[in-house]
């Protein structure tokens, strides 16, 4: 029988542009926070990064919350448009903050400045947008093939407004003038423009009736109501949401050794638009695969076999960049980067589908539909991943010697930058691996069905 359709491709374009909203903060932030407070406000790599973590410890539990928060929600614009379209609202106003530290401030007092800003951003208003952009792909279309195109149109959006940014903020940054200043004005204008695309995203889809959500209704009226509490154990009993928080968590602190990168170009290979150079060697291939996972699941049947065998390729270019680093040859680290990227990009474009079936795995076991709270894992990646991520990276740049006002940094520095770009990555790459190897929620959902008697579509 022929799944149902739900979505017109303009639908999905829309939904897909929501992610230049989200990769405005992201990208924006994850690249170049910690190079602006470091060479151009003055303060420490390490303190910074201790911060970071820190911050960690406030909004560790929001996602669950938000996710709640989301499945609670009943209104007419549905249950997350609202607070995709409200939170981006305070995403804008923190993230122009966060680049808009006062230079005559004491330096106590710009810590304090930014760890409320960066506190905020991530803790709430990213995690109300984030968690709620990323659950619509289940409340908008029940179509298995509709959510993995979704997911691809998502991420191309997501890797070319990441390419963007990596290449043009530098220069962009120089012409307004460099300095404090000159960031806050791109900090700004980013802002505004990832606040006007997150709505016209939102507006572009319309979720469907919440009585359509369940399977079967009968089986819907029986359903409990939860809390926060409940909601926590219907994700940690889930063991696919696990492996899925872990390799989330994990490719962000994957991002987060890459964007050190521009330490890496800056100092080591000495030439800092190198790093725009090598976004394009890692988002133009991740874009390519995007494009070509829903035409690769459809044909090996499933996102497993696809997973796993685009993460091999992976580990074996991150392996080669890591040969090539040591080699001196940047056109050899770029070749290899690109084919990693190649390997990821499956993985990146049927995430979300991934999800889905893991939210479907938690309903088939459990009769409850925990859409929202079970999409938490996205913005937990992030916040744990990333947040933690570049606070090791500034903690091994404190630890290495690194001062942002040195023009020329110690051996030890120098050694540390090679530690975090090309091998850090590589086992990073190779854990991941192990994880998806262990993936099988698609196979696990189809037994289930099959032992309730249930028609497998």
Request: glycine share 10%; aromatic share 12%; proline share 2%.
């Amino acid at each position: 029988m022929q799944e149902k359709t739900y979505l017109k491709w303009y639908n999905k374009v829309g939904y897909g542009s929501g992610d230049i909203a989200g990769n405005v903060v992201y990208a924006f932030l994850s690249s170049f926070v910690m190079i602006y407070l470091t060479n151009t406000i003055g303060l420490s790599a390490g303190i910074v990064g201790t911060l970071i973590a820190v911050s960690k410890l406030f909004d560790g539990f929001t996602d669950i919350f938000f996710g709640t928060m989301i499945d609670k929600t009943h209104s007419k614009l549905g249950k997350a448009r609202p607070w995709m379209l409200y939170g981006y609202v305070g995403c804008a106003v923190t993230l122009a903050a966060i680049f808009a530290i006062p230079v005559y401030w004491g330096q106590t007092a710009q810590y304090a400045w930014f760890f409320i800003a960066y506190t905020l951003l991530n803790g709430v208003f990213y995690t109300a947008n984030n968690i709620a952009y990323s659950a619509l792909t289940s409340l908008v279309t029940k179509n298995s093939k509709e959510r993995v195109q979704m997911g691809s149109y998502r991420f191309i959006f997501a890797f070319s407004t990441s390419l963007l940014i990596q290449s043009v903020t530098i220069g962009l940054v120089a012409k307004c003038g460099g300095g404090a200043a000159a960031w806050r004005t791109v900090a700004i204008i980013y802002a505004v423009i990832g606040l006007i695309i997150n709505t016209v995203s939102a507006l572009s889809v319309k979720e469907i009736p919440e009585e359509e959500l369940n399977e079967a209704a009968e089986r819907e009226q029986k359903e409990e109501k939860y809390g926060l509490v409940e909601a926590l154990k219907l994700l940690v009993t889930n063991k696919f949401y696990l492996m899925i928080c872990g390799v989330y968590i994990l490719q962000q602190l994957y991002g987060a050794m890459i964007n050190a990168g521009i330490y890496y170009m800056t100092y080591v290979l000495k030439n800092e638009n190198l790093y725009g150079v090598f976004s394009w060697a890692t988002n133009i291939p991740l874009i390519i695969a995007l494009i070509f996972t829903p035409t690769l699941v459809g044909r090996w049947k499933g996102m497993y076999k696809l997973n796993l065998r685009g993460y091999m390729i992976a580990v074996i270019g991150r392996a080669l960049v890591a040969v090539a680093g040591y080699m001196g040859s940047v056109p050899l680290m770029l070749a290899f980067t690109a084919l990693a990227a190649l390997g990821q990009g499956p993985w990146q474009g049927d995430m979300n589908a991934v999800i889905a079936s893991c939210s479907e795995y938690t309903f088939l076991t459990k009769g409850k539909r925990v859409d929202g709270t079970m999409y938490s894992c996205t913005s937990l990646g992030v916040k744990l991943g990333g947040g933690l991520g570049t606070a090791i990276a500034g903690w091994l740049l404190e630890f290495s010697g690194f001062n942002g006002k040195m023009a020329v940094q110690p051996e030890s520095c120098i050694n540390m930058l090679h530690i975090m770009y090309l091998w850090l990555p590589l086992v990073i790459d190779v854990i991941i691996l192990l994880v998806l190897s262990r993936m099988k929620v698609e196979e696990t959902n189809v037994k289930i069905k099959a032992e309730m008697g249930m028609d497998i579509k």
